[in-house]
């Protein structure tokens, strides 16, 4: 398997802040959305648990870059905390001890040869920007484009791979329409879809300023992280099922992926779906999907390459609504059914399904005019007990793996690099410390947070150290 790589492929693996770092108002941090999110009302998180301290990572950075080299990891994939940076998300005030932070760790990697990617954002919106309302407002773009030109500025001379925004879906209807992620915001069929269009906005922006002010000294390149699942119709000869699972895709890849790589604006079957729905229900206020101004840079363009954070597969059908009420399940007109053959880890909707990834990526080259990709996050989940000799992980790894050298070597697919999620078992945002994703257990239990790799860990260092001779000889 190792020899169907290329030679220059990235093994990584990948953390947040807000999930590993602690220190949530440690040396003039601010605090962050999931800071309020989590000390507000009770019953939000599993156990009333928080990122307080999480795995100390703030203060134990040394522990982790000692597990990233146990690994052998060609790539580490980590996010800025914009609020350690910009305290109140502005650059009129620069958090000094932030930024020795973030030196440290980008210097500390290069120095044992390992390549960070840097994502901007991963959920920790500066409360402070909030507060002025946060991702619902068009002004968020414009500032969300001075912080990425401040770290641009003063990382972007070691940071060679950037992500502005991880999983703006996940932001948008989990924070916004949801209301189980901070803010914790429950606005039905309208701010879900204000949320990614700002955010798309922001990302667009900041794509732009890299490219004409960074890009020409610093020669690195930027994209921001989408999430999808893999769909397919229940019944594969029914035309309502094959529509579903198009448009089951269309709101969730192509919400994010179609304006950036293929016209610059929405899919018009999601746009179609939305506008009908709001039709149907007598909502009179204008489309609520919204338009791409022709006086800001254009989105269409604005990835180097296509970042894909890949968890499960999906088979579809035409449901899901939610009776006379504006929501995005309604617009979706599309109900997930998990298929029995398919194993689940840990947690109830994340079905094991590896040869998905392979259906996806082929289906990304398809219709995405054959970008390089990057899979930023895949991973296997583990609840109850802690099982160091993890052996469905590791044969999770191994399968999964094996696809995605399929979608290379016989698809055509041109994957560069693989980040499993997550380097350390970390705070998985409302599951708490109740879902372990990490290649490295970390001990809750003790001051020290204790770091010990699990079997799944060991496999991957092989693999990877597999890959690393194969590419010598």
């Known amino acids: 398997m190792a020899n169907m790589f290329p030679c220059d492929f990235a093994w990584g693996a990948g953390t947040a802040a807000y999930q590993i770092e602690g220190g949530w108002d440690a040396d003039g941090k601010g605090p962050s959305i999931w800071d309020t999110f989590c000390h507000g009302e009770r019953g939000r998180v599993f156990g009333e648990q928080s990122g307080d301290v999480a795995c100390d990572s703030y ?56 390549s960070p990617m840097v994502t901007l954002y991963h959920f920790d919106l500066p409360q402070a920007l909030q507060d002025q309302g946060g991702w619902k407002s068009p002004g968020m773009a414009a500032l969300f484009d001075s912080y990425a030109q401040f770290c641009f500025q003063t990382f972007g001379d070691r940071v060679k791979l950037w992500i502005t925004i991880n999983e703006p879906y996940v932001c948008a209807k989990l924070g916004h329409e949801d209301g189980v992620h901070a803010p914790g915001l429950k606005e039905p069929g309208t701010a879900a879809y204000l949320v990614g269009h700002n955010m798309l906005r922001a990302h667009a922006m900041a794509w732009h300023s890299y490219n004409s ?19 397919e119709p229940l019944d594969p000869a029914s035309t309502e099922d094959i529509a579903a699972a198009e448009r089951y895709l269309a709101f ?41 101004s ?47 053959s398919w194993p689940v880890c840990g947690v109830s909707w994340l079905a094991v399904v590896p040869h998905g990834l392979r259906k996806l990526l082929k289906y990304i080259k398809g219709t995405f005019n054959s970008p390089a990709v990057y899979i930023t996050e895949n991973g296997f989940s583990q609840t109850g007990p802690v099982q160091t000799e993890d052996v469905q992980r590791c044969a999770f790894y191994r399968d999964t793996i094996l696809e995605v050298a399929k979608a290379i070597g016989e698809d055509g697919v041109d994957v560069q690099g693989y980040f499993a999620w997550s380097l350390l078992d970390n705070f998985e945002w409302s599951d708490g410390f109740s879902v372990r994703f990490g ?23 092989e693999i990877i150290m597999k890959h690393k001779t194969h590419t010598k000889d």
């Open 59 to 114: 203060e134990l950075w040394e522990e982790d870059l000692k597990c990233i080299q146990q690994l052998g990891l060609t790539h580490y994939r980590l996010s800025l905390s914009w609020a350690r940076l910009l305290p109140d998300g502005t650059t009129q005030h620069v958090n000094h001890k932030g930024v020795q932070y973030y030196n440290k760790v980008i210097n500390d990697l290069l120095s044992c040869n390992v």
């Open 294 to 340: 022709k006086d800001e840079p254009s989105v269409l363009g604005t990835a180097d390459f296509f970042a894909l954070n890949y968890y499960t597969s999906r088979n579809v059908k035409p449901g899901g609504g939610c009776g006379q009420m504006l929501c995005m399940k309604a617009d979706r007109d599309a109900e997930e059914v998990l298929d029995p």
């Open 252 to 292: 969730t890849l192509g919400w994010f992926a179609w304006p950036v790589f293929v016209t610059g604006d929405y899919p018009e079957s999601m746009r179609s779906a939305i506008d009908a729905q709001s039709k149907k229900l007598g909502y009179n206020g204008g489309s609520r999907l919204p338009r791409f």
């Open 213 to 231: 002010l960074y890009r020409p000294a610093q020669r690195g390149a930027v994209s921001l992280a989408i999430n999808s699942d893999w769909a």
């Open 439 to 461: 290649l490295f257990h970390v001990d809750l239990s003790k001051a020290e947070r204790t770091r010990a790799i699990y079997r799944s860990g060991q496999e991957y260092a």
